[in-house]
């Protein structure tokens, strides 16, 4: 969960590179907790986005938050200034200075942005543009919602789905939708830095993200779910010298490959004992791999949910909820949108059979549940003892970044 600590005797993407003679470096969100910031890294330009990058009337508290998993999240949504727009700015000014600069050994920069995250708050001029877009989003069938899964209509009941109207949706995903802009201008702003660097053509430049948003789809808001909306992302992958131009790869993947896939295409040696596998094949000439499709993602539980699996294998997706033992199974060829659950289907049983036993040779709710508990009770004693040896995110900002921005100077 977001309060978890990696272990310094995990070996990241990051020491493989340093290891090689590459200069390291980090560039803004990463959400690393504890003593160890750097994981690898051999330094971080700018730093994270801490507990000042919202100011308290726009952050709000309980269950009013802006950035919280609830129903006011959404219906505060529209136009205006928020502290993630401005760290964005200044984390892409601190990475477009680095890679303009002369350098005296090849580099891994890793800049680690914050939107689209909630609150839901652009530009006026984006939120105008696409507000004039989108009609307004009715909501699911009766029939729809009477049907779904009784883990997915829990998960709605648990953050007031069921009480946004239409027009609050419409107001949220124009809002959602110019926040992405936002960001596809600082990633445009990153990559004529490259070009104007004259370091385009040798240097690999990839593009992804840690979860999607449901941003509207199926009702929905936020993660913490299997859906596509939520669970699947982007993987852009850019090297003029190794990639064609303008290609997309049908393969199935997970965040595990990314690593090993930069180390491929920098030929370098792989992270030892890991299950990412490679697609530099993939990407270069669009061969299947030999490796198995499966990708498996889980979710810890929030406001109450218990623990879950999903497995993704070439076009079924099963998507088994603790909480009532049972499951969800979409074949995504012939379903892409996800709203026929096969489940129950007596011809798909094998299916969910061969799947079910997947996640149970390698995941368990009990385990996950306990493991929890144990670190939850764990953080609760640290917490009591005041930290002592841990440094707050925000004296971090300051050190990492000798011109980071001043969010309490941010027009609200």
Known sequence: DNGGILSSETPTFAHAFSAAGYETVLCGRMHFNGPDQYHGFDKRIHGDAGGRS??????????????????????????????????????????????????DRPFLLVIGLMLP????????EL?????????????????????????IRLWRERRGIEKLSPEQNRRALAAYCGLVTELDRNVGSIQTAMDTANKADN?????CSDHGDMASEHGLWWKSNFYDGSARIPLIVSHPDTLPKGQTRDCVSSLTDVGPTLLDLAHLDTLPDVSGRSLA?????????????????????LLGDQPACMIRSKNWKLNYYSEFDSCQLFN?????????????????????KELKEKIDARWSAASMSSNLGKQHRARQLIRAAGD????????????????????SQLET
């Open 332 to 352: 995504l060829e012939s379903d892409p949108t996800e709203r026929n659950d096969l489940a129950r289907d007596p011809a798909c049983q094998q299916i969910v």
């Open 127 to 151: 939120f105008d543009y696409y507000y004039n877009q989108i009609p307004p989003i009715e909501p699911e069938p009766e029939t729809y919602i009477e049907n779904i899964h009784p883990a």
């Open 54 to 103: 919202l100011t308290p009337e726009i952050l709000g508290s309980g269950q009013n938050r802006t950035n919280g998993q609830t129903h006011y999240a959404v219906e505060v949504s529209g136009y205006g200034k928020n502290g993630f727009q401005a760290f964005d700015r200044s984390v892409t000014n601190t990475a477009c200075d680095y890679i303009q600069a002369n350098h």
């Open 117 to 124: 995250h909630n609150p839901l708050i652009c530009e006026k």
């Open 388 to 407: 002592k040896h841990k440094p707050p995110v925000e004296s971090f900002i300051s050190s990492a970044h000798d011109n980071a921005f001043d969010f």
């Open 203 to 207: 240097t690999v430049f990839a593009y």
């Open 281 to 301: 094949a993939v990407l270069s000439s669009g061969l299947p791999t030999d490796t198995p499709h499966d990708v498996f993602c889980e979710y810890m539980g």
